[in-house]
């Protein structure tokens, strides 16, 4: 492998995200994009590694800072994708995970974002939270975690390849793991 081709993995931001389930919805989090690059969007909770961190341990102090619920456990690998943020030039490795947080009764959650970017946090039927990850507009992260949502909840995790030298609708592929 050149240089030029791996460079998209050694020099990513690694980024974790948690897919939370309750019945037929999904916990998602309406944020301000960093920066105000961008119109507010819907994702998964979750965020940049601290240095040093772990994955599990990202994931858990994300998913309690941006929707104020108590994580019991991580566990494995839901899907991942590795593109480009919008307006960034360095490529991205998200990798979300399941987790399984304290129950909850109602539908909406108090954030504690020391970044001030989350708006509100709260569980929305899949077929909902399709369109309002997609709302925003299709980038390769809306559209990883939108094509996540769309397959069976017991479907093995995939990881989704975007070239990182063009601009494109889909995917150059998508790798599953087992």
Sequence with gaps: MNNESSDGWTRA????????????????????????????QWVLPGGRLERGELLD????????????????????????????????????????????????????????????????ARFVPIR????LVLQAGVTPGSQSTSDFLRQDGNADPSIWLWDLNQSTDRPLSQVPIR
């Design 128 to 131: 909902d939270a399709i369109d």
């Design 57 to 120: 341990a990202a994931v858990k102090r994300e998913v309690e800072e941006e929707t104020g619920l108590t994580v019991i456990s991580v566990g494995s690998l839901a899907f991942g994708s590795q593109h480009y943020a919008p307006g960034r030039d360095q490529p991205l490795l998200f990798l979300a995970f399941n987790v399984v947080v304290d129950p909850v009764s109602g539908d909406r959650f108090e954030p504690n974002d020391p970044d001030d970017l989350i708006i509100e």
């Design 13 to 40: 931001a690694m980024v974790v995200g948690g897919v939370i389930r309750r019945d037929d919805t999904i916990l998602l989090v309406h944020e301000h994009t960093l920066g105000g690059e961008g119109p507010d």
